[in-house]
């Protein structure tokens, strides 16, 4: 099993509002990772969790706040947003060494559209 | 950071080979040379990676020039499944972890 399960899948939510993003991985891989994408964009790093610890913040507003309650789930928790942070956010998750093997496999993503 | 550059954009007919450049002229030692390609509404998919060596696997073929300052992914027989954005990323050592530099991408259109 490959698979890096996101959800919701699409969120509208306005300004004021506080959600969250959910990812969750059943591959034993202990490096997760926030990715942003903007329409017709790459995907932008945000967060990289290695041992349920944050490791790199590509200093991101603390709007955004991440949190990792165990090997398996990465959270991702929205708090007031401005419209220009409507986009997709990706999850990914891989072995946690720097190894030969080492790729990221990334999930479908949410479609975040804030009003 | 090291910096890939990719063409906006390429077009393929059906069941012909695609090859598609990346230039990554900054890059080091201890990078890896990554290709993802991402369809509408799905996030990235693994495609290939490698260090120094060419590289082949049932999807595709990563061919790295000597220097390491540009790669090629071969699409070996192009489908229409294969229309995507194809991205190129190295892959480099960053606080004890690492990260994957995106390229800006390719779309590749796949003609019938």
């Known amino acids: 099993d490959t698979e890096v399960t996101q959800t919701p899948k699409h969120l509208v939510m306005g300004m004021t509002n506080k959600k969250s993003l959910k990812c969750e991985q059943h591959m034993g891989h202990r490096a997760m990772y926030w990715y942003k994408q903007k329409a017709k964009k790459p995907p932008e790093l945000m967060f990289v969790?290695?041992?349920?610890?944050?490791?790199i913040n590509e200093s991101v507003p603390s709007r955004f706040s991440p949190e990792c309650p165990n090997s398996s789930l990465l959270n991702l928790h929205l708090h007031a947003l401005q419209p220009e942070d409507s986009a997709l956010y990706l999850c990914?998750?891989?072995?946690?060494?720097?190894?030969?093997?080492?790729?990221?496999?990334f999930g479908a993503g949410t479609r975040l559209s804030v009003l | 950071d090291a910096k890939t550059t990719q063409p906006n954009s390429m077009e393929s007919n059906e069941e012909e080979p695609v090859h598609l450049p990346c230039n990554h002229s900054?890059?080091?030692?201890?990078?890896?040379i990554h290709w993802y390609r991402q369809l509408p509404s799905q996030g990235p998919e693994y495609v290939i990676h490698?260090?120094?060596s060419n590289v082949n696997n049932r999807m595709a073929s990563l061919a790295i020039a000597e220097d390491r300052k540009s790669s090629t992914l071969i699409l070996h027989r192009a489908t229409l499944r294969d229309a995507a954005v194809y991205y190129c990323i190295l892959r480099a050592p960053l606080s004890g972890t690492y990260k994957y530099i995106f390229g800006t991408g390719t779309r590749l259109k796949v003609l019938a």
């Open positions: 969790y290695s041992y349920e610890k944050l490791s």
């Open positions: 990914a998750s891989s072995q946690a060494d720097a190894g030969a093997k080492n790729i990221q496999y």
């Open positions: 900054t890059i080091s030692g201890t990078d890896y």
């Open positions: 490698g260090l120094t």
